[in-house]
């Protein structure tokens, strides 16, 4: 019994992991197609903002409706899409990831200056410290602000109103009302961070994180499952 409940929620979990990853998938579809408009020709920008703008709409309402689906299944069920990874507790946890890393060491660590579009995290450090578990950017982005809440939460309590964390347009990326974002997520501490965003939105936020945090951006450093067209989305290893 035991095992065929830990089949399932294996199952469950791997279903809700790739609801996100297509959603993030889209995201950097979108950044795509924009980049390849020629914004030098009116006809060519007019067709493709009116598309983009389609096109973004259509990828809110798919994220919109698949955060409900795994809320669903979730309350059912009782098995979360993800339980953020925390520090290491002993020695012996700390060794078995730093081996996993090792083991990825066959590919090039990656920083917060490259293009993350199509690629899948694995494991990430932060100042030295390892964190397995995470299958996509935004487990990376839950897991290191839970994780920075620890070591300073004055700091991460502030995010809310911190005017680095506010984009050009006045959306929020950090609120305590739910109302301020559109795909909202309980970050911890009363804090809800916005999760509709593509892997480099993100990879731009961790930067800012880090900035707010006082860490260099060489703190972060990522070892990817996969560098899916690699060619296509410039690959900077």
Not at 25 to 30: G, H, P
Not at 36 to 60: M, P, Q
Not at 98 to 110: G, N, Q, T
Not at 144 to 160: D, E, G, I, W
Request: charged share 30%.
């Amino acid at each position: 019994m035991l095992l065929v409940y830990k089949i399932m929620r294996e199952r469950i979990q791997s279903i809700l992991t790739n609801l996100e990853t297509v959603g993030e998938d889209l995201l950097a579809l979108s950044d795509d197609i924009w980049l390849n408009i020629d914004h030098n020709d009116n006809d060519a920008l007019d067709k493709g903002l009116t598309f983009k703008k389609a096109f973004n709409k259509s990828v809110g309402e798919f994220r919109e409706v698949s955060g409900r689906l795994s809320d669903l299944v979730q309350d059912y069920t009782q098995v979360p899409t993800f339980e953020a990874p925390s520090a290491p507790a002993s020695e012996a946890e700390r060794e078995r990831r730093e081996r996993l890393i090792r083991a990825l060491d066959r590919r090039v660590p990656h920083g917060l200056a490259e293009d993350f579009r199509y690629k899948r995290p694995a494991i990430f450090t932060l100042s030295g410290v390892p964190f397995d578990g995470t299958n996509t950017w935004s487990q990376v982005y839950e897991t290191l602000c839970r994780y920075l809440a620890s070591l300073q939460p004055v700091v991460f309590n502030a995010l809310p109103t911190n005017p680095d964390f506010v984009s050009s347009k006045g959306n929020k990326h950090f609120s305590r009302q739910a109302a301020d974002l559109r795909i909202a997520r309980d970050y911890g501490r009363g804090v809800l961070a916005e999760t509709n965003l593509s892997a480099n939105q993100i990879r731009d936020n961790i930067k800012r994180l880090l900035c707010a945090f006082g860490l260099p951006e060489s703190a972060f450093v990522v070892y990817l499952r996969e560098d899916r067209d690699a060619g296509a989305t410039g690959d900077t290893r």
